[in-house]
């Protein structure tokens, strides 16, 4: 019963550190990411574009740490932060190319 | 900007009051009908005249952001000075009623 | 983990709140000391004589100055006084020295031009570097702030998720009723303040946004920051030197033709390149005081010969404005003498937050172990952070003007020292909490605490001849206000001393006279 309890604890840690390394990292990822795409995408100046991408970045972020510890598990606090990432980096990637051919 | 401080209080004394819990307390009596929702219409009202009184005085910029710390300040001073002086707030209120139009009108 | 979005939303507020709340109370102080960092550098070196502004005639003083002091450096750079600043400060970049040593400033006496020998202090720029860089090594300090400011904008967030009453309860505080009151008192300070919580901590992210948020700039600038900044800024390069002599242009007549392109502004800075060179350029900056956003337009550069105009700052886009009123906020520049205290008040309102919630985390978590009275290892190191986090770094601000008064004018690294006892004093509160029972130690702190800021004025007027009766009448308010919010923090130490100091169970009902007798004995002091 003890060790049991201990095992429940112990995987109920890791999944709070997991989720707390999701919110840290894959959230500074998807806000990097969010915040490339909107400086590539708005029609400004280049110098305009990057201050509107830098000073939204900040919500995508904190929408992220709250998507990781709102979620109902770990492993979908992860896929949260890192499916949306990918997909802002493909269209990330296809927009630079476009603009730097 | 001291007739905005004044206005702004008032404004937000009449918000309070228009919530049955604090007219209730505040005023030890029961209200008549259509005396909350003249006082919630009464103390936005007073608060839309302040902004645009401040914004009026002191430009868009330095208006708004002044209102807002009025706005914060009364806010503060109604909520931690109530539990220890109501008569006193509730006077206030009312001289700010008062004397906030008239100090208006004189470009104060 | 948790059951439903609420619960989850509790459990976030809570677990950063205490996790980032020590540093954040020590950000939040410094950093509302820093609304008054110019008149905290003003008590701090009160060589400094406050004059009636003229800022024509500062102009010249500074100008003869430089002249004979500084003839031969490259570019000079002269600040104004100002209504909050009273010295004329001139600086300039030693052309025999490289690197940061090369660059000197000198204090002059608004209405001499004489320098004024002024005491070895950081004064408020301390507590100003402290609340971002907090004395590590660059860049963590700045990081470590910046992550620390979006914490607090998630616990803002979290916390109005939590907050289930927040309308209903809007207009609501109940004192004397122990965990109910700290939890009204907890959500009527970030309710009612709520706007000024939510600009300053996301102005913060702003302000460093380049530094931890870099993404964009390499998208669009391929990593050259020096590009973006000088497209943000609008700023020329500085001309090269033509190598031939010829007379600087009159500053003073340069200060009449900025009067004339904006009625009543008033000036900040003056740089200069080249002077005494026929390629001079002089660059009239606007002060931060004349507007809410800062804007990069507010500058007018002439020929340094001539004093013929040459170019005014560019204009700003709608991203720029928005980007420069939400930092402009921020710092507060613009705040005149009521707005100013207003500031102040908001972010004590903020670190009382802070402080309110580390409080609550704590008591709810003490009340199983009331009957046994101790407590498990945990919540006793969080009682002892929370001391040391709170009234420590109380004690560590009153060490750091006590050392301003009491450590010899003429002392080797005497600024380093004024921050050395700043921390001394901060180590030893939690030494002090950990041999001490938890109130024993709150109390004891608190009335030291008092006794060091009530005593703040007593030993101004003591040790040097700006004590309240001289600064009064002579006017001088910053200098009077700087004692006269000493006295009044030690006062309201005093007061919550006593409470801490009494039995928690007859507390309610004696508290007024408790601190209504712990005051005097701070006063009498």
Redesign the interface.
Known sequence: MKRKAGGILLS?RL??ASRCLAALLGGYLL???A??C???LVP????????????L??VF??LA??WC??CRTATRAWLGVLLPSLALALI?GLA?WMKNP | ?LSVALITFAGLVAL?LA?EK?FGELLKRKPKPGQLPALRWAGWALLVLSLILAVNIRGL??GL??W???V??G??L???G???QPRLLLGLALVSMLLGPVLAALGV | ??EG?RQ??A??HTWTGLLFGWLLFAIFLTGTLSYFKDEITHWSQPEVQRHQLDPAASLGLAKRYLQSNAATAGSWFIRLPSDREPALSVSWRDPNATGRRGFISHELDARSGERVEVRDSRGGDFFYRFHFQLQMPHPWGRWLATFCA?IM??GL??GIITHKKIFKEF?????GKGQRSWLDGHN??GV??L??HLMIS?SS??LF??MV?P???????KGDSDS?FS??FGRDDAPKAAGVAAPLTDLPALYAKVQTIVPGARIGYLQIANPGDSNAQVTVTQAAAD???YQRSANWTFDGVSGALLSQGEPE????M??F??AG?HMGN?AGP??RW??F??GV?GTAVIGTGLVMWLGKRQLKHAKSGRLPFELRLVEVLNIASMSGLLLGVAGFFWANRLLPVGMQGRADWEINVFFLAWALSPLHALLRPGRKAWGEQLALGALAFAGLPLLNALVTGHGLDQSIARGDWAMAGFDLTALGTGLFLAWAAGKMLRTPNVQAKRAPRAAKAASTTAEVN
């Not at chain 3, 993404?215 to 600038?221: E, G, P, V």
């Open positions: 109920y999944a709070v806000a990097s990411m915040s490339v909107i400086t590539l400004m100046t280049p110098v305009d574009a990057t201050l509107t991408g830098m000073m970045s900040f972020y904190l740490f709250i510890f709102a990330n630079y | 900007m309070c919530m604090h910029a330095f952001v002044e807002f710390a009025l914060m300040a806010l503060t109604w909520v931690f109530l539990p220890y | 983990m948790k979005f989850a939303m459990w976030l979006l904008l998630l967030v979290t207009f609501t505080f109940r004192p009527a300070i009612l303040v706007p000024f996301y992210l702003l946004m380049y948020m993404a964009s700039i390499m998208a669009a600038y973006y497209e943000l507007h809410v956003a886009s709608a991203a720029m928005t980007s009123t939400i906020l613009f009521w707005l207003l500031y008040v908001f309102a």
